[in-house]
């Protein structure tokens, strides 16, 4: 959650933001997301900033990517979409899909259009859910240009869920 733009902030609003342990000390905030990497760090200088790298409100689509199991997310050109379509942890490339399929179990799939490798972000929460870069498949779904990521959920998770026009908040961490 995105720190406050003005008023009172207090280390503990910043440690929780930036998940550091107790105690805590300004030092250990040097080169965190959108921080100095040296010098002064000051109080005013955590206003407006959040430890996430990027944060989508995805609203939910259903479509047929293959021509026997349903999706329901987003898909460049089939369904869905993102609410303003660059992946900022990729430089502002687009987004290619992140959307749930079942085919006999739940599949969640996350790619982006270009080749990034297997990098870029650790941890992607997904309606309260994280998902872990570390757990994930790579590889797989959507074309040799896209860099993509996929994980099985089993036969009874969907965290996007199947409400076809319902939002969704999709939230990546370093």
Same mark, same amino acid.
């Given at each position: 959650?995105? %720190? !406050? ?7 503990? !609003?910043?440690?929780?933001?930036? +998940?550091?342990?107790? $105690?805590? /000390? =300004? ?8 921080? $100095?990497?040296s010098?002064?760090?000051r ?9 996430f790298?990027?944060? +989508?409100? %995805? ?8 021509? @026997? ?6 898909? +460049?050109?089939?369904?869905?979409? =993102? /609410?303003?379509?660059?992946?900022? =942890? ?10 749930? !399929? ?5 599949? %969640? ?14 941890? =992607? ?7 872990? @870069? ?20 089993? $036969?009874?998770?969907? $965290?996007? &869920?199947?409400?076809? &026009?319902? +939002? ?6 370093p």
């Amino acid at each position: 959650m995105t %720190l !406050q733009s003005n008023g009172p902030i207090t280390i503990y !609003q910043m440690r929780d933001e930036y +998940q550091l342990g107790t $105690p805590v /000390s =300004m030092n250990q905030f040097y080169g965190k997301n959108g921080l $100095p990497g040296s010098g002064v760090i000051r109080f005013s200088d955590f206003y407006g900033k959040s430890n996430f790298l990027d944060q +989508q409100i %995805l609203t939910i689509g259903k479509f047929v990517p293959t021509n @026997r199991y349903d999706a329901y997310g987003f898909m +460049q050109s089939k369904g869905g979409s =993102m /609410s303003d379509g660059t992946a900022n =942890m990729f430089g502002g490339a687009t987004f290619a899909h992140l959307c749930v !399929q079942y085919a006999g179990t739940h599949y %969640l799939y996350f790619g982006v259009n270009g080749v990034f490798g297997n990098t870029g972000w650790e941890r =992607m929460n997904v309606n309260g859910t994280d998902y872990y @870069r570390s757990a994930a498949n790579v590889g797989g779904f959507g074309g040799p240009n896209i860099t993509s990521w996929f994980w099985d959920l089993g $036969p009874s998770f969907n $965290p996007i &869920g199947t409400g076809i &026009g319902n +939002q969704v908040t999709i939230t990546w961490w370093p």
